[in-house]
């Protein structure tokens, strides 16, 4: 017969603290001993230890009194309250084709795998804030495939994919590092790891039972975990932040009584109305009422807390279960059972207080243990023997980590845990650049980053290498590379320089360089998206760039007549001596002269001739003739000037015009045509288009004007 074998369980709760101790022979667990203590003070709140000091003390004193029965005890099996709960479900896939019959081995393998996803699932997960802050704390598979046949095992089967999902579930991890802190002050070390749904669904649900749709709530005294099962497995997990306590702070805020006092009050409640229950309030003044009385006043808060269990079981299932199980010291709590019920809408008769009478490979449990509250703490002591998990300690760039040993654990796994993405052991080649150059997309890569090194126990390893407890890690990121900086120089061909002559002066004509659209010299550093263009010059446009005559032209700036007005002058160019535009085509050795703008004229600033008249066409004697019809003044900074005079650059030219109406005397006068010459015997005959006319007679643009002189003997035109 094998030597039984000590098995240690703890159930550190929000209200108290329940160690059981079994020994195992074979399957079979032998319960040798259980304790059971309350905190001293509310070291607990909604399953988190607050004070790790306090529940330490109640734990030894547990540890204790367990060691006086059975002897020392070193290793503790525990699990958390779903406080701050988070759930995943995950898959993994193996290929089994060239493998014998697959063993357990192989489904544990598989199911650490699933686990391993999940991890990473939450590493690179954005609903939650610090994915890396979350340990996982158990996991319930969902099913096991082989070759797309779903299968209740994998052990036996030969196939070709092997294939399950499971239901992971994170916790905090400062709930765990303070549950573990506390275990580690009374010289235990957690073997086991689990959460209390989990425990608790081992006991009052087995696999046979998982193909129902059926909730488990256990209610404690600071949180209300719940499972969900169907379709035979376990499907989904909860955690409500309300549980016994509330009841109890209902009972202190209504009777004005210490905690502690309503905490005892609630639990004498019973169903009997005239129950009497004594009590002293906080004033010193004694009351009794009836458990009916005490009852009718939490009912509200009984009500809500009934909702909101049902809230939580709505949200993970989609609809009412056909049944809910109440396990743990709140499910006592009077009305819960019908209250959750209801709010359900679920027949009274589907809700109900279940109690450990018996479990599968615990053949004997004590009758002080068939209550409600020991659902959990019998459930943790039966995980104590599986696989579930536990992990080791290691220290990861000397900052002590806890990673959950889900078997042959690698540097990887704990680079997950400690936050350090693998990717980051390389470091990344530095971004590259796409450039155009002359219309073709070019990439320059940048380069290559340097590997980071990894160390285990001062030892060189790779991400690969499996991890002990105890290991010391020190991981040194790669570092990245750096990107490309070159210069226009380092990527293009260019021309070979050839020789002009500006002005009786030779140049140097190197190649035409331009980036963005902008002048850039050979050195000019590029950037990203650059566009480059290179290319001989062959325009003078291109040649006068490059030697800085591009400034062929002058712009001058008036105010005339109180308006500001711009006047454009240009150089006029030649090569070898012939006149030329700016777009004129340049070879090696051409001699270009460039005639420089000159100061322009009044009139060809204001647009007009240069006497600054405007004239009217007519005809005298048969000959066309131009005649004056409108005058102009011209004042610079004050100062008369005439049209042919300069106009500085940034001058004050006042303008003035003066209209005339042409007559027969003002005809006369452009066709230098002088009546005070003729003879005093002779005789002037004006005709305007035909028809005799006066001296003061209007004419208009087209008239046809004749001047005939006659004397005595002859008739002169």
């Known amino acids: 017969m094998d030597t039984p074998q000590h098995l240690f369980a703890l159930d550190i709760g929000t209200r108290s603290v329940v160690g059981l101790v079994g020994e195992q022979d074979g399957q079979i667990i032998r319960i040798v001993g259980y304790e059971r203590q309350e905190h001293h ?36 099996s525990v699990a958390a309250a779903g406080r701050a709960l988070c759930t995943i479900k995950s898959s993994a896939e193996i290929d089994t084709f060239n493998n014998n019959i697959l063993t357990v081995q192989d489904e544990t393998s598989l199911e650490l795998a699933a686990i391993q996803n999940a991890q990473r699932q939450l590493a690179t997960s954005d609903s939650i804030p610090n994915p890396t802050d979350y340990y996982c704390v158990g996991y319930s598979v969902i099913s096991f495939s082989l070759d797309g046949l779903n299968l209740k095992r994998l052990v036996g089967q030969r196939g070709k994919v092997a294939n399950a999902e499971i239901i992971a579930t994170f916790l905090p991890r400062q709930v765990i590092d303070s549950l573990e802190s506390a275990v580690h002050s009374v010289d235990l070390e957690i073997a086991t790891l689990t959460l209390e749904p989990i425990a608790a669904i081992h006991v009052l649900i087995p696999p046979t039972m998982r193909h129902l749709n059926l909730a488990l709530v256990d209610i404690g005294a600071g949180t209300s975990d719940v499972a969900l099962t169907k379709s035979g497995s376990v499907v989904a997990y909860g955690m409500v932040p309300c549980a016994g306590d509330e009841i109890t702070e209902a009972i202190s805020q209504k ?76 499910s006592l709590t009077p009305l819960l059972p019908k209250a959750v019920a209801h709010a359900l809408e679920l027949d009274e008769m589907r809700v109900a207080i279940r109690r450990p009478e018996s479990i599968e490979d ?127 120089q380092d990527l293009i061909t260019l021309p070979k320089p050839w020789t002009v002559t500006i002005n009786n002066k030779p140049y ?67 090569i070898n001596h012939r006149r030329v535009e700016r777009t004129a085509t340049v070879a090696p050795l051409d001699e270009i002269e460039i005639e420089y703008p000159v100061v322009p004229k009044l009139y060809q600033v204001l647009g007009l001739t240069t006497d600054c008249s405007e004239y009217m066409t007519v005809t005298f004697n048969n000959k066309p003739c131009q005649v004056p019809v409108q005058s102009w003044h011209i004042a610079v900074n004050g100062e008369t000037k005439r049209p042919e005079d300069e106009a500085p650059d940034g001058s004050l030219i006042h303008c003035t015009t003066t209209q005339i109406q042409p ?11 002088t009546p005070l010459a003729t003879s005093g015997a002779s005789k002037i005959e004006v005709l305007l288009n035909g028809v005799a006319a006066e001296y003061t007679s209007l004419v208009k643009s087209g008239d046809q004007i ?3 002189i006659k004397t005595h003997t002859e008739t002169r035109e």
């Open 663 to 673: 007559m027969l005397s003002h005809v006369m006068l452009a066709a230098n045509f």
């Open 706 to 708: 004749a001047v005939t």
């Open 255 to 330: 009777y004005l009584l210490d905690f502690n006092v309503a905490e005892q009050i609630k639990r004498k409640l019973t169903d009997d109305p005239e129950n009497k229950i004594p009590f002293v309030d906080v004033l010193g003044l004694s009351h009794e009422l009836t458990s009916s009385e005490i009852i009718s006043s939490i009912e509200t808060t009984v009500n809500d807390l009934a909702q909101a269990i049902a809230k939580e079981i709505l949200t993970l299932n989609t609809a009412p279960p056909q049944a809910v199980l109440l396990v743990g010291g709140g």
């Open 508 to 574: 140097s004509i190197h190649p035409l360089i331009r980036v963005n659209g902008k002048h850039a010299l050979p050195e000019t550093p590029l950037v990203d998206r650059d566009e480059i263009v290179c290319h001989k010059a062959q325009t003078l446009d291109e040649i006068l760039q490059l030697t800085n005559y591009d400034d062929g032209q002058k712009e001058y700036s008036y105010t005339i007549n109180g308006s500001l007005r711009s006047y454009l002058v240009e150089a006029k160019y030649q």
């Open 362 to 488: 615990i053949p004997i449990i004590p009758d002080e243990l068939k209550a409600p509250d020991f659902v959990t703490p019998l459930g943790i002591l039966k995980l104590s023997t599986s696989r579930h998990l536990n992990f080791i300690s290691i220290t990861l760039n000397n900052t002590p980590l806890k990673v959950f040993n889900l078997g042959h654990l690698s540097v990887a796994d704990a680079l997950l845990a400690g936050g350090i993405n693998v990717r980051e052991l390389k470091g990344h080649p530095g971004l590259g650049l796409t450039l155009t150059l002359n219309g073709t997309t070019t990439f320059v890569p940048g380069k290559h980053g340097e590997m980071g090194s990894i160390t285990i126990n001062g030892k060189q390893a790779s991400y690969e290498a499996e991890i002990h407890d105890q290991d010391e890690l020190i991981v040194k990121k790669g570092i990245d590379g750096q990107s490309p900086t070159p210069k226009v």
């Open 41 to 76: 003070t509310r070291a607990m709140l909604d399953g988190q230890i607050h004070d790790v000091v306090e529940v330490a003390k109640v734990i030894q004193d547990v540890k204790r009194r367990l060691e006086e029965q059975v002897g020392p005890l070193g290793q503790v």
